[in-house]
Structure formats: structure tokens, C-alpha cells
């Protein structure tokens, strides 16, 4: 039997080995946090608190800004010493919270439904989920409550969970799964009854046998189904995962619930779980610090708001030979300027490339070789929609299906001519959404 | 922690590349064809050494002189005008004059090439316009075919077969006398029929390149080899070589079923004339040929069914550059009618007409 996948996508060095082995283990809680108010997609959360005041550990910090918002909580106990911007993953600042870490721990009350959640109604589950602030962990950061919400005219028929982790470098994720397959089953079956999905699927890349096994061992009392997935980037992007394991088209400019499904990350699913039972909002997260210019490549539990600079540390990170800092993996994440960034809700990885390993080189003219079109998991033209970005107008930008491109990377990673094309054709979606506003 | 001295280089992912470099691709295409070359260097001697080198290195001066001229950065190292020389000088018969060879690589760099805006921009092949240019300007020089001699032009002493004005054919051992001019095994098709070639039909010689005819003619097998090379290094894909010698083997099955006195069979069509490196070498160029598999396939047979049309019907007896210079025009035509659906858009049609 072939293994599940899509069409298109690419085989990028992973990088994998270097800290797949490594058990999930704590980094202490910082002296500070920093906590961006948004670390969702959607409106900021408003802030809450004020400079002096006590916090406790899972207390509301920033209230939803919105229904597609997320409330933020403090991972730490101690004092308010500012709300002001800080830099941020992204590069701009970002209005963020402050906190001097008192060392007590003092947790806020937190009320879960404990084993109770069965009987519970698919409304308190949202609520505990909503109130929890959960976002996509894979990195997406989507609200997780507005993705179990879908309109009564998109029925659910089936979740997935997402252990693909096809970017190179991380994985986190894998040792999740091994380390905690009961935690996102539960998640999973909690996420199930909030949609009312019967299917429940567990996609997973099969590069990573263990978690496979792990996954099984953990659903064989369950009527949910492992699908091992080829080893392919963007394996993981959602409406890849649902073409590999249900062989069902997201439609173009759509989203999984027009095709009956919801894809939720492994991680979310643990979260999940840790928010409905125990009423613990995420408070930290695992995050896989690796690249060549690491010493001690680990896969690090680390609180919301620790500067990346604490996590680089700790994994003995040589910033001298660092030519570029990542947050995220080396296909869809962001390079910084520094250290200071806080890992947030979203960040499944901190990578250092050392100096040889960046392109510096000028791009060369396109020769039409098609490399970038077979690498397209979206089945678009990379070359045509760059050429369009940079000389076109926005109609014949948005004419050359900028928008369909999911920024995969995958076009660029093979382009021979090294040519930024994802980066010319975010600049193409920014003119094409321009134009829109522009018209109202 | 905190500032280091050290500069982050900030840039928009990406941040892993494949490696592969345009620049690698065009060497290791001009490597592949060294075989081949080597093989004519082996049978026709120097005459065809001269011919080579001086047609890659004429084309790498004029591309360097027209980078030059463009202000842009000379790009000699990326081996493009090397490749398109090597391509054009084994389109070349042994012995041409090295002016000529100067001639044909100022057509196909300046004039097809860098008028255009340089690589990447030009619509035809360059190596190809440069050969049929000097086709038609020196019709001569162009047709006559060389056949090795032992008069120390050679570098080795080598049989080779060729076939006199007549259609006979004769061994030319070392101590043959000079070089002479015998036609090709197309050039006696085009002038008397199947039966001229028939003692050629499924010879060893054909396959293996012991013929008179251009530098990279002679070999249909090794290009054929360093073309299954370049298909299995996934440098070029199936469509363009397949359908391209599909259908020249396939009309050349008709024809020869209909009347084999006067159209020779498959293995002639395929090992003789320009058909392998064409298939293999010059209608798979990127830049000058369709992006899309189901356009590759369309161009493919295009280019087969022309050459099969010019060879059997047309005043030349060989056709496969102007028949990959005339679909090289149609380019941007089956570029725009065989696009590949996006993902997704199945249901999207669905649901627009639902919803309406
Ligand atoms: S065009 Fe977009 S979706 Fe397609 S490969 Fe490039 S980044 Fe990925
Ligand atoms: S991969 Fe690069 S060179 Fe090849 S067609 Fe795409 S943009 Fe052009």
C-alpha cells in the first residue's frame, strides 16, 4: 500500500536527528516575561492589568479583543512592571505585558471540568477552550474556539489531528506524541464531541515510527484511525493533510469545514485537554531549539513571554557563529534582528544557521525550468505570480491566484535561480489586498 | 544573551534552498554531452575538435561581450553560452571553416539570445537559430560531410563507414584517401529512397554512431544515454523526448508500412540525422519550451511530426531544427492552453454553480 500524500512538495534536508531523541525537559521560568497581547491571528487582546499590579500564574492578563481573538494569561506570578510595545516574532513591536517574576508560583484558581467533561455541554467546552486562550500551536495561531465553531450549514464529519511536523528541524511535536499520546488523545476526543465528527484521524509522517506506534497504542481503544503520511514537504499544511488522508479538495479561497473536517495540531490537542480538564490556560509550550549553531539542540518546555535568548542559552547557542535566527522552522518561520522576541503560544522552534548555510547569493533570471510549479502543493505557477507581483497590476496579480499560495516556501527551496519568490509574492498579496480595501 | 557583534541576517523565508544552481544544471547538461563529442573527436579528428572548441569559445566571447555592452555582470561561469556552443558545434559538420563557426555563434548568442534581454528572455532556441542560419546562408560548407582521413587530420585511426554519391557502402580504413565529401544517410533518403538506406536499417552502425553526418549526429546511442542521464537526474522530465521520438518513430512506422521502398523504417528515423539530440538536448530547453507537462507533450509531437513532414516531404533532408524553431514560436500559445488546474478547483466550480 502507498502511503497517504498530496501532489507536488519537496524533500528538504530535516534535520531531525539532531534532537528527536532529546526527552521534553523544563527551562526555568525567566526573571521576566514579555507577553505580547497578541499571539493570535485576529484582534489583540486588551490588556487587563496595569503597571504594579500582582499577577498570579494563569491569571487573565488581556481580555479578547474580538470572537476571532484570544484572551492572553501570565505564566508567571509576580508584578506588572510595564504594558508597552516590544519587539515581537514578526519584527514590528508588539504591545506586550511586562512581568517580574516573583519565583513563588502562586497560581490563579483555575476551574476544570475534570473527568466530567463527558457529560458536559459542547457550549462549557467552548467556553473552557475560548477562556483558555487556545490557538493553533503548530504555529498558525488560529482560535482554536472559532475552529470547533463552524456554521450549523458546515457539518463536521471528521477531525484530524496533525502530528505531520514536515518542517525540517522541529520536533517538537513527535516528542509530544511520544512523550504525551494520552494527553492529545484525550484532547482529540474532547475536540471530536465539540464538532460532533465521527471520524477521528491521526496523521502523522512516517519518517516518525515511534510516534506512529505511540499514537496507535494510545487510540487502540478508540475509533480513531493513525494514517502514517509520506515523507514530503508541506505534508502538514492543512489542506495537504486532508487531500493525503481523505483524498477531499479544500476548495480554492475555502476552508477544511467546506469539506466536512477541522485539522487541529497535536499540540493543540494537548492543550486542549489541559484547559477542559484542568482549566489551565497554555501557560508554556515545547519548543525545539536546534541548527548547526547549537550545542545542545533540545526540545525545551518553556513558559510564554521567555526571551529566545534565555531558551538559546540554556541549549548552549553560539550567537558568534549565527548567521541567522529563526523562530519557527527554516521553511515558513521568521528570522530576527535579536534575542529579545518572547516565545509565544505559536513558537514551535528556535533555529541558528551558522553563516555558511544562508544565501547571500543574487538571484539569477528565471529560466523556466518549472522547478517551482512541481513543487507547489497548491498546484500554482511560482513564477508567474512573482513575475505578475512585480510588474503587474493588482488584478492581473490576484489573475495569477496569488491568494491560493499558502507560503509554503516549497517553490523557493527549489527555484535554481534562487529567486525570493515568496517573498515577491507576499508583496503581491499585499498590493491585491491593497486594492481591495481600496475599493471597499 | 543581549547584543552580540555579530550581524543576524534578516531575510523573508524561505531560509533552506535545495542547492541546485541554474549554473549546475547547464554544466552538468555540457558534461553529459562530452561523450558524444568525444566520439566525433574520435572519428572525424581534428576537424571536429576545431569545431568545437572554436563554437564554445566564440559563443562564450560574445556572450561575455554582450553582458559587457549590457552593463550587466559578465555570467560566462554559468555555463549557458558554453552549453549553447557545444550544442550548435555538434549540429555542425566536421571540418566546417572556424569563421563559419564564429558566424553561427553570433547568431545564437547576440541575435537570439541577448537581443532578447539575455537568458531566460529569448523565444527560440539559441543554438538552433544559430545552425539553421548558417544552413541557409552557407548551404555549402553546411552539407558537406566530412569522412575521416589518413592524412594526419585524424587522431586516430579508426574505420568508419560512410556512404559514397551513389548510396554504396564503403569501409574508409585509415589510409583512405583525403577527406571526403559523401552524403549522409538522409541526405541519400531524401534523394533515392528507402532502398539507398536499406543496408543501414538496423545496423550496428547507425545505433552506434559509425556514420558520416554533424559532430553529435553520429552517436544517436551515446546521446541517448546522457539523456536517460539527464531524465534520471530529473533535469529534464519525460514529456519532451518521449512524445518527440514517439511520434517520429510513429510516423515513420506508417510510412514504411505503406510504402517501404520509398520511406524507411523506425530505427533509421530515430538514430540518424539530429533526432536523438534534438529530442533529448534542444527541444527540452527550459527557456524555449512549454512549462506544463500536457504543453511538453503537444510540443513533443509538434516537433516530431515536423521534422517526419521536412524529412520525407521538404527540400532538406533533415528537419528537426526547423521544426524545434517553428514550435519554439508556439510556445507561448500552449503555455496559456494547457495550464494545470490549482488545487481546489474542482469543488470551487462546483460550488459556484450550487450556489447559484
Ligand atoms: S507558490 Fe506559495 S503555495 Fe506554491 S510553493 Fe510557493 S509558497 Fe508554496
Ligand atoms: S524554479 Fe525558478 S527558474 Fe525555475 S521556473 Fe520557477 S522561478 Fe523560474
Request: proline share 7%; net charge neutral.
Amino acid at each position: 500500500m502507498s502511503t497517504a500524500t498530496f501532489d507536488g512538495g519537496i524533500h528538504p534536508r530535516y534535520n531531525k536527528d539532531r534532537s528527536s531523541a532529546e526527552k521534553i525537559r523544563p527551562l526555568p521560568a525567566p526573571a521576566q516575561v514579555v507577553i505580547p497581547l497578541s499571539q493570535h491571528i485576529g484582534a489583540p487582546a486588551k490588556a487587563c492589568v496595569k503597571k504594579g499590579d500582582d499577577v498570579l500564574m494563569g491569571q487573565t492578563i488581556g481580555e479578547p479583543g474580538g470572537f476571532v481573538s484570544c484572551p492572553v494569561h501570565s505564566s508567571v506570578s509576580g508584578t506588572v512592571l510595564s504594558v508597552e510595545p516590544r519587539p515581537g516574532a514578526m519584527g514590528s513591536p508588539v504591545e506586550s505585558v511586562v512581568i517580574e517574576n516573583d519565583y513563588a508560583e502562586r497560581l490563579a484558581p483555575m476551574e476544570g471540568l475534570g473527568e466530567d467533561w463527558k457529560s458536559a455541554t459542547v457550549d462549557q467546552i467552548k467556553a473552557a477552550i475560548s477562556s483558555a486562550g487556545i490557538v493553533g500551536m503548530g504555529g498558525a495561531t488560529f482560535p482554536t474556539h472559532v475552529k470547533l465553531s463552524p456554521p450549523s450549514d458546515k457539518p463536521i464529519d471528521t477531525l484530524i489531528l496533525n502530528g505531520a511536523e514536515c518542517e525540517p528541524y522541529l520536533t517538537a511535536d513527535h516528542r509530544l506524541m511520544l512523550e504525551h499520546s494520552d494527553r492529545i488523545v484525550t484532547g482529540m476526543k474532547i475536540a471530536a464531541m465539540a464538532l460532533g465528527a465521527s471520524r477521528l484521524i491521526v496523521a502523522v509522517e512516517e519518517n516518525k515510527p515511534d510516534a506512529v506506534e505511540a499514537m496507535r497504542k494510545a487510540t487502540v481503544s478508540e475509533s480513531a484511525d493513525v494514517v502514517p503520511l509520506a515523507v514530503k514537504y508541506p505534508q502538514g499544511a492543512e489542506k495537504q493533510t486532508i487531500d493525503a488522508c481523505l483524498r477531499r479538495q479544500v476548495p480554492s479561497g475555502g476552508l477544511p469545514m467546506d469539506v466536512g473536517v477541522v485539522v487541529l495540531n497535536v499540540g493543540t490537542a494537548a492543550a486542549i485537554a489541559a484547559a477542559v480538564i484542568e482549566g489551565r490556560p497554555p501557560l508554556e509550550r515545547v519548543v525545539t531549539v536546534t541548527g548547526a549553531a547549537v550545542s545542545k539542540p533540545s526540545n525545551l518546555l518553556v513558559r510564554v513571554g521567555t526571551p529566545i535568548g534565555a531558551a538559546i542559552e540554556e541549549c548552549e547557542g553560539d550567537l558568534a557563529r549565527t548567521g541567522k535566527l529563526i523562530m519557527g522552522g527554516p521553511m515558513m518561520g521568521f528570522s530576527q534582528f535579536s534575542v529579545e522576541p518572547p516565545v509565544t503560544k505559536g513558537t514551535s522552534g528556535i533555529l541558528l544557521l551558522e553563516h555558511k548555510e544562508i544565501n547571500l547569493r543574487e538571484p539569477d533570471p528565471c529560466i523556466r525550468c518549472g522547478r517551482c510549479l512541481r513543487a507547489c502543493p497548491m498546484k500554482l505557477v511560482p513564477t508567474e505570480i512573482a513575475a505578475a507581483a512585480l510588474k503587474g497590476t493588482p488584478d492581473q496579480i490576484s489573475a495569477a491566484d496569488v491568494m491560493d499560495c499558502v507560503e509554503c516556501g516549497s517553490c523557493a527551496h527549489e527555484c535554481p535561480s534562487r529567486i525570493p519568490l515568496v517573498q515577491q509574492i507576499r508583496l503581491g498579496k499585499a498590493a491585491v489586498n491593497a486594492a481591495r480595501q481600496g475599493k471597499g | 544573551m543581549g547584543q552580540t557583534e555579530n550581524k543576524l541576517y534578516v531575510s523573508s523565508s524561505p531560509h533552506a534552498h535545495g542547492g541546485i544552481s541554474s549554473s549546475r544544471i547547464m554544466w552538468t547538461v555540457s558534461a553529459v554531452l562530452l561523450p558524444a563529442a568525444g566520439w566525433s573527436v574520435y572519428l572525424f579528428g581534428l576537424s571536429a575538435l576545431m569545431v568545437i572548441l572554436s563554437t564554445v569559445a566564440f559563443c562564450a566571447v560574445f556572450e561575455a561581450i554582450s553582458q559587457l555592452m549590457a552593463k550587466k555582470p559578465v555570467s560566462i561561469r554559468d555555463g549557458s553560452a558554453v552549453l549553447t556552443g557545444l550544442i550548435l558545434a555538434l549540429t555542425l559538420p566536421p571540418g566546417l571553416p572556424i569563421w563559419i563557426c564564429g558566424v553561427g555563434a553570433f547568431v545564437a548568442i547576440i541575435v537570439a539570445k541577448a537581443v532578447f534581454g539575455g537568458l531566460g528572455q529569448n523565444p527560440f532556441n539559441p543554438a538552433m537559430t544559430g545552425r539553421v542560419f548558417l544552413l541557409i546562408a552557407f548551404p555549402g560548407p553546411l552539407t558537406r560531410w566530412l569522412v575521416p582521413s589518413g592524412t594526419g587530420e585524424t587522431l586516430f585511426n579508426h574505420p568508419v563507414t560512410a556512404y559514397d554519391a551513389s548510396g554504396s557502402l564503403v569501409e574508409l580504413g585509415a589510409n583512405n584517401i583525403d577527406a571526403v565529401t559523401a552524403a549522409t544517410p538522409l541526405g541519400l533518403l531524401a534523394e533515392n529512397g528507402a532502398h539507398a538506406v536499406a543496408a543501414l536499417e538496423n545496423s550496428t552502425e547507425i545505433f552506434i554512431g559509425q556514420i558520416n553526418g554533424s559532430l553529435g549526429e553520429t552517436s544517436g546511442l551515446l546521446i541517448l544515454l546522457g539523456g536517460v542521464f539527464l531524465l534520471a537526474r530529473r533535469i529534464i522530465s519525460w514529456h519532451i523526448p518521449i512524445s518527440f521520438l514517439g511520434s517520429v518513430a510513429l510516423f515513420a512506422a506508417i510510412t514504411n508500412m505503406i510504402d517501404p521502398d520509398h520511406f524507411a523504417g523506425i530505427t533509421f528515423h530515430l538514430f540518424t540525422g539530429g533526432v536523438m539530440i534534438g529530442a533529448w538536448f534542444m527541444a527540452t530547453d527550459y527557456v524555449t519550451s512549454p512549462m506544463f507537462p500536457g504543453g511538453k507533450i503537444a510540443f513533443g509531437i509538434g516537433c516530431g511530426v515536423l521534422t517526419m513532414v521536412i524529412r520525407l516531404w521538404a527540400g532538406y533532408p533533415e528537419g528537426v531544427s526547423f521544426a524545434v524553431l517553428l514550435m519554439n514560436a508556439t510556445v507561448p500559445i500552449i503555455d496559456r492552453y494547457t495550464r494545470p488546474k490549482k488545487f481546489g478547483w474542482k469543488r470551487m466550480a462546483a460550488a459556484a454553480k450550487g450556489g447559484e
